[in-house]
């Protein structure tokens, strides 16, 4: 039981830790941390969703179950998450909507990645690959989509979106994983040495990115309306997963997509959380808080998880 604990989880928030500290202490500063940051998240992460995706197995992998399961959860949390805020907690729609994006969007990269790869091994990640794919589209094109209908601004609000959509189809996370399932698609090989570049500048995406992470978080504080912050962790910890867990039973899900599906799920909510909150500039507090307080609760929710799964 333990064991779990030690040999998965700590690692990868000692890590995580270690960038806290080392930023805390003034050893790195915020631009040493947000160089870092772009380098793995706009340069590093991409070249590793490349390999990963040209590499696929896609019928395997893109299995219609394992998608459904995921998603499906992911969308029953951000209506709880938008109609919770307003019921329960008396938020204006426009806050309701980015509370709602917090209980959506999972860590899947920085944290669902380097967990299973710790917890089942790199051959088994082909489940976390398929839902990375669809991960950002899917979830900035719900929130926004529900968020230019509640602000109502007419023709105004349909160029902002597009500008939005525009911009976030230059994202690079989003280039590396279609360039990849374009080599993927075509058949196209790519050449050894490029391949071996890549999968020099792969092996630093996650460690530094775990790094940067930790100091990322020295920015945030534990602020905000506690009652919200809880009610998000909860929906994004203990709620996705028992949902995704439901489905992926009910639907006979092969072990090492369900594992996939659960452990992103059971995944703290994303930076992109706080920036769609910051984006509209709504609940910026409560997203902030979330994404500091549920990234540390993971060590305990996520081995419960991880004990669950076997």
């Known amino acids: 039981m333990f064991q779990t604990l030690i040999d998965v989880i700590l690692p990868v928030f000692l890590v995580i830790g270690a960038g806290y500290t080392a930023t805390r202490a003034g050893y790195f500063n915020m631009s040493h941390i947000d160089g870092l940051m772009r380098f793995t998240q706009q340069f590093a992460i991409p070249c590793l969703l490349f390999r990963a995706l040209a590499n696929l197995d896609l019928a395997a992998s893109f299995d ?3 998608l459904a399961s ?8 951000f209506l709880l998450g938008l109609f919770g805020a307003r019921l329960l907690f008396r938020r204006d729609w426009e806050d309701c909507v980015a509370i709602g994006f917090c209980c959506l969007f999972s860590n899947s990269v920085l944290l669902g990645l380097p967990i299973t790869e710790r917890a089942y ?17 899917f979830c900035y094109g719900l929130g926004i989509t529900t968020m230019e209908i509640v ?5 105004g609000g349909l160029r902002m979106v597009s500008g ?14 279609a360039a990849g399932l374009a080599f993927n698609l075509t ?4 050449p050894g040495i490029a391949d071996e570049a890549l999968s020099l500048i792969a092996r630093a995406a996650l ?16 602020e905000g309306d506690l009652r919200a912050i809880t009610f998000v962790c909860a929906i994004s910890l203990l709620v996705h997963p028992s949902l995704v867990w439901l489905f ?16 992103n799920s059971a995944m703290a909510p994303g930076f992109n959380a706080y920036i769609f909150a910051n984006m509209y500039g709504r609940a910026k507090r409560v997203a902030a808080s979330s994404v500091l307080i549920a990234t540390g609760s993971c060590i305990l929710t996520v081995w419960f998880w991880l004990l669950m799964l076997g």
């Open 64 to 66: 219609p179950r394992l």
């Open 70 to 77: 995921f998603y499906t959860g992911a969308l029953l949390c």
């Open 121 to 137: 091994g790199a051959g088994n990640l082909t489940g976390n690959y398929a839902i990375i794919a669809f991960h950002a589209p």
């Open 151 to 155: 602000r109502n601004r007419g023709a």
């Open 164 to 177: 939005i959509l525009s911009a976030m189809f230059k994202n690079a996370l989003i280039i590396g994983i």
């Open 187 to 190: 058949g196209m090989a790519v």
């Open 207 to 222: 460690p530094g990115a775990l790094f940067a992470l930790g100091g990322v978080l020295v920015q945030y504080r534990p």
């Open 248 to 263: 992926g039973s009910s639907l006979s899900l092969p072990q090492d997509l369900f594992r996939s599906a659960v452990l």
